[in-house]
């Protein structure tokens, strides 16, 4: 709201949030002093994302939901974008309710060796996959 970080115990205090409804809000200036070259808005929509992109020039910006489209693949898509630009997501923790069972792949280009997921799921839905692993001899 002043366009300076929170200092601790302000964000808890009922007094900031009226103040925040009523008063101006420094939007830009708080994105600024962030001091941050990744931002991640946990919203409903890209609103403040767009208004971000407008304070910061050399900064990355990744929104978890959008209007309109589904929630588990913007989020994932999210977390994807995130790894690229160097933020360590927990993809272990992630998968953990799907049990998935890690494979290793040939680390040789020409071993003639292929993997593919044997089971597909329906959209918006989750099965584990079944690794199969076939070997072609040339």
């Known amino acids: 709201m002043t366009g300076r970080l929170a200092e601790p115990g302000l964000l808890t205090d009922p007094a900031y949030w009226v103040r925040h409804v ?6 830009a200036d708080g994105v600024t002093a962030c001091q941050a070259n990744v931002f ?3 919203g409903p929509d ?8 407008q304070s910061v020039e050399d900064g990355s910006f990744v929104a978890t939901a959008r209007k309109d489209r589904d929630e588990a693949r913007t989020l ?3 977390l994807g974008q995130l790894q690229v ?5 927990d993809w272990d923790a992630f998968f953990a309710p799907a ?14 060796e292929r993997f593919w997921v044997a089971a597909r799921s ?3 839905t989750w099965t584990r996959p079944v ?8």
Do not use: K, M
């Open 76 to 78: 994932v898509r999210a």
């Open 85 to 89: 630009r160097g933020i360590a997501v």
């Open 40 to 42: 991640v808005e946990v």
């Open 131 to 138: 690794w199969r692993r076939s070997i072609t001899r040339c």
């Open 122 to 124: 329906r959209p918006g």
């Open 22 to 27: 009523r008063e101006a809000v420094r939007f």
């Open 46 to 53: 890209t609103t403040l994302t767009a208004l971000a992109q």
């Open 99 to 112: 049990r998935p069972v890690r494979v290793d792949l040939p680390t040789y280009a020409f071993q003639r």
